[in-house]
C-alpha cells in the first residue's frame, strides 16, 4: 500500500513538473527582408524623420518599440498598416535585449 502512495507521489509530480511554463514575454520579431519590414522602412524614412532626426531602430530593443511605435505611430497619424510595418522594420533592425 504504501509503495502506491509513493508511486503515486511520483507519477503526479513527475506530470506537474512536464508543463513548461511558456514565456509570457517572447516578441515575435519578423525578419529584416520580410515583406512587413521593408514596407515599413519606407514609411519609417518618409515619416519617422519628419519632426525629429531619423531614430536609430538599433537603440531600442524590439519591446521597447512596440510603446514608441504606439505613440509616435499615433504623431505620424500612420494607418495600423502602417504602423504595423514600421514595427515590423525597427523590431528586426533593435538591439539585442
Ligand atoms: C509629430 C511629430 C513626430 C513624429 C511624426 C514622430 N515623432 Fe518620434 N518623437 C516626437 C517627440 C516630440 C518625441 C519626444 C522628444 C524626443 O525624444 O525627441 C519623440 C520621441 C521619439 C523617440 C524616443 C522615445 C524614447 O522614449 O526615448 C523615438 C524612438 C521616436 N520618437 C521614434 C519615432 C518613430 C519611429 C516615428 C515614426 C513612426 C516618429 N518618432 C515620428 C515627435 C514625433
Redesign the pocket.
Known amino acids: 500500500m504504501k509503495k502506491i502512495t509513493v508511486l503515486i507521489a511520483l507519477i503526479v509530480f513527475i506530470v506537474s513538473c512536464s508543463h513548461k511554463t511558456a514565456p509570457t514575454t517572447a516578441v515575435v520579431i519578423p525578419k529584416p527582408d520580410s515583406p512587413e519590414a521593408l514596407a515599413g522602412k519606407t514609411v519609417?524614412t518618409a515619416?519617422?524623420g519628419?519632426?525629429?532626426d531619423l531614430?536609430n531602430p538599433g537603440d531600442?530593443t524590439a519591446q521597447e518599440w512596440v510603446p514608441?511605435?504606439k505613440e509616435?505611430?499615433h504623431?505620424?497619424k500612420?494607418n495600423d498598416t502602417d504602423k504595423n510595418n514600421?514595427l515590423a522594420y525597427?523590431q528586426s533592425n533593435a538591439r539585442q535585449n
Open positions: 519609417f515619416k519617422c519628419t519632426c525629429h531614430k531600442y514608441i511605435v509616435m505611430g504623431k505620424a500612420l514600421v525597427v
